[in-house]
């Protein structure tokens, strides 16, 4: 073969692997943008039925409000808290939930209440444990500070207590006293006496002894429950000492649903903020958002976070 022809025939051997190699880069790139459009695909379809399941439990706690408040029951459901939605296998994963009663703690916004009977709890909470060595008046004091933080709010009061981290006069530590006792709802809420923390029961009366709060406690256990305010407020030990019938209640108005699902090693957490109002048998949904921290505990979460302020939907009892 001519030097030409063996040239001809290099050129055509090169050419040819060229074009082998543009076919296979192309054919591995289409691949490649096939695979990630599947993956995509497949993760927003889990995410699309992941909420779907979730919202289902919004459906159980509904269920749940509405069985305790307007259909028989037992005693003990009014004080046994959390309500749980035990781990349930889907067909490629599982869910859970578990419903909160939310006024079980001292409502940081009463402090901007015109009643001054509300800050009562607040006052004994500061000077118990923020500033315990403290006067009366500096702890009043500090307290209208607290109350006109939260009015210049743009909702007129929190949301969500961690936005007291925005006080330049609350420190880390402050906060952390703070947090386990308080949470953010509307102005001048009541505590449940029928649910409420043992802290938070303490925090009732300047007068009120660790063996009062024991003596509540299996008091409301061994009768599961208060049904009647006055049958709280009767109880000869409470007499004694006159805590204020409008800072407490028998039942509550504000519930916390956490829901979390799982399907192929994905996982969505959805807060729900449900409201019952007295005397009708709707439960509200007020707001709902998701959350991708995994790292929540059942005794950290004191509002839902990232809630929104509307009501975006309700949804009516079921019959």
């Known amino acids: 073969m001519s030097s030409g022809n063996r040239q001809q025939v290099?050129?055509?051997?090169i050419t040819a692997l060229l074009i082998v190699a543009m076919v296979v880069a192309t054919t591995t790139t289409v691949m490649l943008r096939l695979h990630l459009s599947t993956t995509n695909t497949r993760l927003l379809i889990n995410s699309e039925q992941a909420f779907l399941y979730a919202q289902g439990a919004e459906d159980w706690a509904i269920?749940?409000?509405?069985?305790?408040?307007?259909?028989?029951?037992?005693p003990e459901d009014f004080i046994t808290w959390p309500k749980?939605?035990?781990?349930?296998k889907l067909p490629t994963g599982s869910i859970k939930a578990k419903l909160y009663d939310l006024q079980?703690?001292?409502?940081?916004n009463n402090v901007i209440s015109p009643d001054e009977v509300y800050r009562v709890p607040l006052q004994r909470l500061l000077a118990t444990k923020i500033m315990p060595e403290s006067a009366e008046?500096?702890?009043?004091?500090?307290?209208?500070?607290?109350?006109?933080?939260i009015r210049k709010h743009p909702n007129q009061g929190l949301l969500n207590i961690t936005e007291l981290r925005n006080w330049e006069q609350l420190s880390y530590q402050k906060y952390q006293a703070l947090a386990p006792a308080i949470i953010a709802l509307p102005t001048k809420q009541t505590?449940?006496?029928?649910?409420?923390?043992p802290d938070s029961l303490y925090l009732l009366h300047p007068e009120i002894t660790t063996q009062m709060v024991n003596y509540i406690l299996e008091t409301r256990r061994e009768i599961g429950g208060f049904k009647q305010l006055k049958d709280f407020l009767q109880e000869t030990e409470i007499q004694?000492?006159?805590i204020d019938g409008r800072l407490i209640a028998t039942t509550s108005s504000y519930f916390l649903l956490r829901s979390q699902v799982d399907l192929d090693q994905?996982?969505?957490?959805?807060?729900?903020?449900?409201?019952?109002?007295?005397?009708?048998?709707?439960?509200?949904?007020?707001?709902?958002?998701?959350?991708?921290?995994?790292?929540?505990?059942?005794n950290q979460i004191n509002n839902p976070p990232r809630t929104v302020e509307v009501v975006w939907h309700s949804i009516n009892s079921p019959s």
């Open 137 to 149: 008046d500096e702890v009043d004091s500090w307290l209208n500070e607290l109350g006109y933080f």
């Open 104 to 108: 079980n703690k001292i409502n940081i």
């Open 266 to 298: 994905q996982r969505l957490l959805l807060y729900t903020l449900f409201r019952i109002k007295d005397g009708n048998s709707k439960v509200t949904v007020v707001a709902d958002s998701t959350d991708s921290d995994n790292n929540i505990e059942p």
């Open 63 to 74: 269920g749940v409000l509405s069985t305790l408040y307007h259909k028989p029951h037992k």
């Open 191 to 197: 505590l449940n006496i029928n649910t409420a923390t």
């Open 240 to 242: 004694n000492i006159g």
């Open 84 to 88: 749980q939605l035990p781990p349930t």
């Open 10 to 13: 290099g050129t055509a051997v």
